[in-house]
C-alpha cells in the first residue's frame, strides 16, 4: 500500500465484521435452522473472550449456562401455577413495592 493509506486496527475490524455479518445473514436466511440473533450472540460473546481456542471454549461454556437458565426461567412462569392468570405471571418477575410503600388510607 502507498504511505499514509493504511487501515488502523478499528477500521480494519470494522469493514471485516461488516462482511463477515453480511454473509451470516445470507446463511443464516437460507437455511432457515436457527434464528439470526442466536449466531450473532455466539459471535459477539467468541469475539469478546478474545477468540481462539480458550475464547471458544469459553464463549460455549458461557452461552450452555444461559441457555439452561433461560430454558429453567421459561418452565417457571409457564408452567408454576401460582394461581396466577398469564399476564400476571409474566409480570410475576418484576419489582414490586412493599406494603409500607403504598399510601394508607385515613
Known amino acids: 500500500m502507498a504511505e499514509g493509506t493504511d487501515l488502523d486496527i478499528s477500521t480494519a475490524l470494522g469493514i471485516s465484521i461488516g462482511l463477515?455479518?453480511?454473509v451470516a445473514i445470507w446463511l443464516f436466511l437460507t437455511?432457515?435452522?436457527i434464528q439470526i440473533w442466536i449466531g450473532f450472540i455466539g459471535w459477539a460473546s467468541f469475539y469478546h473472550c478474545d477468540g481462539g481456542?480458550?475464547?471458544l471454549r469459553k464463549s460455549v461454556c458461557a452461552n450452555l449456562w444461559g441457555v439452561v437458565m433461560?430454558?429453567?426461567a421459561l418452565l417457571l412462569i409457564t408452567q408454576v401455577?401460582?394461581?396466577l392468570s398469564t399476564p400476571t405471571r409474566l409480570l410475576w418477575a418484576s419489582p414490586q413495592p412493599h406494603s409500607n410503600d403504598l399510601p394508607q388510607g385515613h
Open 31 to 33: 437455511s432457515g435452522t
Open 81 to 83: 401455577n401460582a394461581g
Open 70 to 72: 433461560a430454558y429453567i
Open 53 to 55: 481456542t480458550e475464547g
Open 20 to 22: 463477515l455479518g453480511a
